[in-house]
């Protein structure tokens, strides 16, 4: 079937349609070849086919091959990507010695280019410490209270968003890789069935948008399939850093229904099971999106 778009007179009344099935709205075709390479140097790969069970996708996408020209140029250059000011930003933080303990991460850590690869793809993971999958914010806040002995940062706050932004440099250009099997798989299987479950006045799923609408249009939006290995994200919509749980809380937001608490065994869930999707995506954070 062709793809139509939902902007202009459709609007809500189009959104509610697909919501409940009256309109038939199928991404008919992949979007068009291209290649992400950074500062000229870290080719990136953007498509790849998911693992056998992990999702009905038959490729999975990078969100970078939905965007405008314009805005994939921006993410393929260090100085002209606005995120990687947060960048900077998070390493004073890095360097910065915080609480009781008198410590900063690059006491234990030393530099993120030496400790950091490969951290990002890989999580969320199951820590057997926390006895729980974990996310790296949680990896964060962890260090900040028992080795630092300093405060916590908030979950979407600008500080940690920033330093999961470092943290995922180091990792660029590799797979994502989570596990989802051994202890881990109870919650993504969570994380599953929160992703195809409907909510909301508008009855509408991860899935309704993500899986069976992406390269559709929304207004003047067009639909990614969602992945996540470019978090976090700059929007040029706030112009600021986005967190993966942040975005979360916005798309449950926009179903019109009651949404998680950014950080919570839910929204973790669902993270890991979304990032499964992605398996074999490269690491691209900090991504440039609308």
């Known amino acids: 079937m062709k793809n139509k778009s939902l902007n202009g007179v459709f609007g809500l009344v189009a959104v509610t349609a697909l919501a409940v099935g009256t309109v038939s709205v199928w991404a008919e075709t992949a979007p068009k070849p291209a290649n992400l390479v950074v500062n000229d140097e870290t080719e990136m790969v953007t498509e790849v086919a998911p693992a056998e069970g992990i999702s009905h996708l038959e490729k999975a996408y990078d969100g970078w091959r ?33 609480g009781t303990e008198g410590k900063s991460c690059a006491s234990c850590h030393g530099a993120p280019e ?92 991860c ?6 609408h992406y390269g559709d249009k929304i207004r003047a939006e067009t639909l990614s399939q969602g992945q996540i290995n470019g978090f976090p994200s700059y929007r040029l919509k706030n112009g600021k850093l986005n967190s993966i749980h942040a975005r979360f809380k916005g798309c449950v937001r926009d179903t019109r229904a009651e949404t998680y608490k950014p950080g919570s065994q839910d929204f973790v869930d669902l993270e890991l099971y979304v990032a499964s999707r992605g398996n074999g995506l490269s690491v691209t954070g900090p991504s440039v999106r609308n």
Not at 207 to 212: F, M
């Open 207 to 212: 899935a309704s948008c993500h899986e069976q």
């Open 66 to 98: 939905f965007r405008a020209p314009e805005t994939q140029a921006v993410q393929s250059d260090d100085f002209e990507n606005p995120g990687m000011i947060f960048v900077e930003q998070a390493l004073d933080n890095w360097n910065k010695v915080e």
């Open 114 to 205: 030496e400790s950091m690869v490969g951290v990002r793809a890989s999580y969320p993971k199951w820590d057997e410490t926390m006895g729980k999958v974990a996310t790296i914010e949680m990896e964060i806040n962890n260090c900040r209270t028992t080795r630092m002995g300093a405060e916590p940062w908030k979950y979407t706050g600008g500080k940690m968003t920033a330093m999961n932004a470092l943290i995922s440099t180091e990792s660029r250009g590799m797979p994502v890789n989570v596990a989802i099997d051994g202890p881990a798989q109870s919650a993504w299987e969570h994380g599953k069935e929160m992703y195809y479950t409907r909510t909301g006045q508008l009855e509408l799923s």
